[in-house]
């Protein structure tokens, strides 16, 4: 974040920093903690807002499956809800996040700048190792959201998408974003993250958040938690609780495999007579089973 903020300093906060004497209020310098507070408060809600919505946008147009907005538990004006409820959330959750950006600029990470520091395969190790913690981390905290003396609070909200599009990706309450976000802050304490790499792998997991709500399941490796998982999630609500990979669902009991149906794009389609194959038996499954929309 270092990096982006010297970018920020450097074209645009230092003009507007200066001008503040204008009104008689002090010129802080790069390195003053309001000053580096504030800046990153801006970065990281304008960032935040501007990668949701450039890549949602993309994900919507270039691979979202429009049928699903066809499906009966698709709401009425539902991609207008999941972009008010985001860019509602985004100010609180950037807010949050700043004590964290702030620990990081001001050298108490481990993050490190140049490559050679601990060499190239330790770089490639580090994406690795950066995915296998991260996954571990959001699989037991998004498990634990869904306790039942929290679910009806925080992550409920992100629940309201039975069939969710890619603007649903941080269509969130607010400390349910931030607390899902935490494994990717947390990452760079605990062991040396080149900055470089991990500016790219942060974007790419915003971007990864997108690609598991666009309904467009490209893959049925059985080790990816792909678009196809997270649908079984939002549908039944008590399984694949992971980000990248199954593992820690098959380890925690509860994986689930997306069926055949939902992978079946024909089958997925709605009819002129209403529904058919798997979109029929998953709204019938739903109304069958109705503690599945309930806080499990
Ligand atoms: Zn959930
Ligand atoms: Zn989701």
Same mark, same amino acid.
């Given at each position: 974040?270092?990096?982006?903020?010297?970018? $920020?300093?450097?074209?645009?906060?230092?003009?507007?920093? +200066? #001008?503040?004497?204008?009104?008689?209020?002090? !010129?802080?310098? &790069?390195?003053?903690?309001?000053?580096? %507070?504030?800046?990153?408060?801006?970065? @990281?809600?304008?960032?935040?807002?501007?990668?949701?919505?450039?890549? %949602?946008?993309? #994900?919507?147009?270039?691979?979202?499956?429009?049928?699903?907005?066809?499906?009966?538990?698709?709401?009425?004006?539902?991609?207008?809800?999941?972009?008010?409820?985001?860019?509602? +959330?985004?100010?609180?959750?950037?807010?949050?996040? =700043?004590?964290?950006?702030?620990?990081?600029?001001?050298?108490?990470?481990?993050?490190?700048? /140049?490559?050679?520091?601990?060499?190239?395969?330790?770089?490639?190790? #580090?994406?690795?190792?950066?995915?296998? $913690?991260?996954?571990?981390?959001?699989?037991?905290?998004? &498990?634990?959201?869904?306790?039942?003396?929290?679910?009806?609070?925080?992550?409920?909200?992100?629940?309201?998408?039975?069939?969710?599009?890619?603007?649903? %990706?941080?269509?969130?309450?607010?400390?349910?974003?931030? $607390? *899902?976000?935490?494994?990717?802050?947390?990452? =760079?304490?605990?062991?040396?993250? !080149?900055?470089?790499?991990? *500016?790219?792998?942060?974007?790419?997991?915003?971007?990864? %958040?997108?690609?598991?709500?666009?309904?467009?399941?490209?893959?049925?490796?059985?080790?990816?938690? #792909?678009?196809?998982?997270?649908?079984?999630?939002?549908?039944?609500?008590? +399984?694949?609780?992971?980000?990248?990979?199954?593992?820690?669902?098959?380890?925690?009991?509860?994986?689930?495999?997306?069926?055949?149906?939902?992978? /079946?794009?024909? @089958?997925?389609?709605?009819?002129?007579?209403?529904? +058919?194959?798997?979109?029929?038996?998953? $709204?019938?499954?739903?109304?069958?089973?109705?503690?599945?929309?309930?806080?499990?």
């Amino acid at each position: 974040m270092d990096y982006v903020l010297w970018i $920020a300093d450097e074209y645009a906060f230092d003009v507007i920093y +200066s #001008s503040f004497s204008y009104l008689g209020l002090p !010129n802080l310098a &790069r390195d003053d903690m309001l000053r580096q %507070s504030c800046s990153l408060l801006c970065i @990281s809600g304008f960032g935040a807002y501007a990668i949701y919505m450039i890549f %949602s946008t993309i #994900s919507f147009y270039l691979f979202f499956d429009k049928n699903l907005m066809k499906h009966p538990r698709f709401l009425k004006n539902q991609i207008q809800q999941e972009i008010k409820m985001a860019t509602d +959330s985004i100010p609180t959750m950037a807010l949050l996040t =700043v004590p964290v950006f702030l620990l990081e600029v001001r050298g108490y990470s481990q993050l490190y700048e /140049n490559v050679e520091e601990h060499g190239w395969p330790y770089l490639f190790l #580090s994406v690795f190792a950066f995915l296998f $913690a991260t996954d571990f981390g959001i699989y037991w905290i998004h &498990r634990g959201l869904h306790h039942r003396g929290i679910y009806a609070y925080i992550h409920k909200s992100h629940h309201k998408w039975i069939v969710p599009t890619p603007y649903a %990706s941080i269509a969130f309450h607010p400390v349910d974003g931030w $607390a *899902l976000s935490l494994p990717y802050h947390i990452c =760079v304490f605990l062991f040396p993250m !080149n900055k470089s790499l991990y *500016l790219a792998l942060f974007i790419f997991v915003q971007v990864w %958040s997108i690609l598991i709500h666009d309904g467009k399941y490209l893959t049925k490796d059985p080790v990816i938690n #792909s678009a196809a998982h997270h649908t079984v999630h939002h549908l039944y609500l008590n +399984s694949n609780y992971g980000q990248y990979f199954t593992l820690w669902d098959r380890l925690g009991g509860s994986y689930r495999k997306p069926t055949e149906e939902i992978y /079946n794009i024909e @089958s997925r389609s709605p009819t002129k007579n209403g529904l +058919s194959g798997a979109a029929e038996h998953e $709204a019938s499954t739903l109304k069958s089973k109705p503690a599945l929309l309930k806080s499990p």
